[in-house]
């Protein structure tokens, strides 16, 4: 079984700060991890993924995201967010040979100026 | 096309007409996905398909739902007498499968449904 949980459903920055959006999963055997975004009235953007390696992960847009296995999480991260950056991101995990992923929730990210 | 397309993109229907949504995937992904979006709510896995296998029919929330997809191309998303609760996004995926379970999706815009 697999599921993957973003506990934040919003989250508000200001320009030039990092940010933070959260994730943790559950998986029974080896996770491959996902971050999406997504922009309004538009599809699901693929960010980066962890699926084995370096723990950061380096992705599109200047995004990153750190796979702590003791801990279950992903989380996704940005030294200097911009308001551009603004939109729905969702987390996304699958287990081992599994094709097909179970999305969390989404967390609103708000970079106000 | 350079990426995943969907049509319409918005469509109204009165309750317990029959829809049909179309999704075209990347040329050469093997994999499509379609899933539903609820306003304020995560995706929800309706049906995978892979290549010629039968496809992954587990997330379909009633038999009103169905899917065909032609060989490694079109896809087609049919809901059956259409309820109020049906409204939201409906989103489609494909994937090229070729690293296996590895590989990120590529998503369509999504067709938005309203039922009236």
């Known amino acids: 079984a697999q599921s993957v949980a973003q506990p934040e459903d919003q989250v508000k920055v200001a320009e030039g700060n990092p940010l933070t959006v959260k994730c943790t999963y559950s998986?029974?055997?080896?996770?491959?991890l996902f971050w999406y975004v997504q922009y309004p009235n538009r599809g699901l953007q693929f960010l980066l993924k962890y699926i084995t390696g370096d723990n950061l992960v380096k992705g599109s847009y200047g995004f990153e995201a750190e796979f702590n296995k003791s801990q279950t999480s992903f989380h996704l991260k940005k030294p200097s967010a911009l308001v551009s950056d603004s939109a729905l991101y969702f987390c996304a995990v699958r287990d081992g040979g599994s094709y097909i992923p179970t999305f969390g929730r989404g967390t609103s990210l708000i970079v106000h100026p | 096309g350079a990426g995943v397309s969907q049509s319409p993109s918005n469509k109204v229907t009165e309750k317990g007409k029959d829809v049909e949504l179309r999704c075209d995937p990347i040329?050469?992904?093997?994999?499509l996905y379609w899933y539903r979006q609820r306003l304020g709510q995560g995706l929800e896995f309706l049906i995978y398909?892979?290549?010629?296998?039968?496809?992954?029919k587990s997330g379909l929330p009633s038999d009103r739902f169905s899917a065909e997809r032609t060989g490694e191309s079109v896809s087609t998303l049919t809901i059956q007498r259409t309820q109020q609760e049906d409204s939201a996004v409906y989103l489609c995926?494909?994937?090229?499968?070729?690293?296996?379970?590895?590989?990120?999706?590529?998503f369509g815009p999504g067709t938005r449904l309203t039922v009236t």
């Open positions: 998986v029974s055997g080896n996770p491959y």
């Open positions: 995926a494909s994937s090229s499968q070729r690293g296996g379970p590895i590989d990120e999706q590529y």
């Open positions: 040329s050469g992904h093997t994999a």
């Open positions: 398909f892979q290549g010629n296998s039968a496809p992954d």
